[in-house]
């Protein structure tokens, strides 16, 4: 197995996959009071919600012998709820297509597969990845890994990216769903004042913390996940910090979001 050692995705990749959401998404929440994150601050890893069930592949090119292309797939089906299944399979495909002067020729995973197989150089892999991040009775949230190495590149791609699904409504949500309306202003501020938190506490940055500023400032991000105890932001290798810090995760409170989100993803008071 290969590691994936290159920054964020680029912008092809991130493109892709806000259109595969953007094919279900900008639901209308729900009106009065009615809130869809519970009011006990559980876990992260909640697992209430939506059943989900692993499928996975882990394919050489038929008929290759010797070093030869591969294709890992670690996803999930969601049983009973197609449309979600179908958009997990339709962005992951998608995040592995890095032309943005011309469409993807692929659609969903078994597309890419046979593609893969007539155009991949014997060292070439391929690896997705879907999992839950949290789920409670209204929301799932997963998360999208897509990792990938073609002959001639001097590192791997990588990038990730979460879908945030309505459970009731069978559709994902975007951050502008998630916002009140002219709040986006207000939400980044929030994630700026947890990243300087995180910059000013990190062991790592002591020795320098202003030359770490400096070549690594704050950048907004639309990738966020909804927990119980607040909207996580995740960012990509090299987006906001060197790749040895991995891909970094600001938590942003419930209570630091208080008239920035519409109602229904806040917590009930």
């Not at 996803?75 to 197609?82: I, K, M, N, R």
């Not at 046979?114 to 155009?119: A, I, L, N």
């Not at 791997?156 to 979460?162: H, P």
């Not at 105890?229 to 209570?255: C, D, M, N, R």
Request: charge should be neutral.
């Amino acid at each position: 197995m290969i590691h994936f050692a290159l920054p964020f995705p680029s912008r092809p990749v991130m493109a892709a996959l806000a259109a595969a959401l953007l094919l279900s998404a900008c639901a209308s929440g729900p009106k009065g009071d009615l809130s869809l994150v519970p009011a006990e601050l559980n876990a992260q890893t909640q697992k209430e919600g939506l059943f989900s069930q692993p499928i996975k592949w882990n394919l050489k090119k038929p008929g290759c012998k010797g070093e030869c292309p591969i294709l890992v797939v670690n996803s999930l089906v969601f049983p009973g709820h197609q449309r979600l299944t179908e958009l997990v399979d339709h962005a992951l495909a998608l995040m592995t297509w890095l032309d943005n002067e011309r469409p993807a020729p692929y659609d969903t995973v078994a597309g890419l597969r046979d593609y893969f197989w007539k155009t991949a150089a014997p060292r070439d892999e391929i690896d997705l990845n879907a999992k839950t991040r949290y789920r409670n009775t209204h929301l799932t949230v997963v998360e999208l890994e897509a990792g990938q190495y073609r002959t001639g590149m001097a590192h791997g791609l990588s990038g990730s990216q979460f879908l945030i699904w309505r459970n009731d409504l069978q559709k994902a949500l975007t951050l502008d769903s998630l916002l009140q309306p002219g709040a986006r202003p207000a939400f980044d501020a929030a994630v700026r004042k947890v990243h300087a938190h995180w910059v000013n506490t990190n062991e790592a940055v002591r020795e320098d913390p202003e030359n770490f500023r400096r070549m690594w400032p704050f950048v907004p991000s639309d990738n966020v996940g909804l927990t119980d105890t607040g909207i996580v932001v995740k960012y990509q290798p090299y987006e906001i910090a060197p790749y040895s810090f991995g891909q970094p995760e600001l938590l942003v409170p419930y209570s630091d979001l208080q008239g920035i989100l519409r109602p229904e993803y806040l917590p009930p008071a």
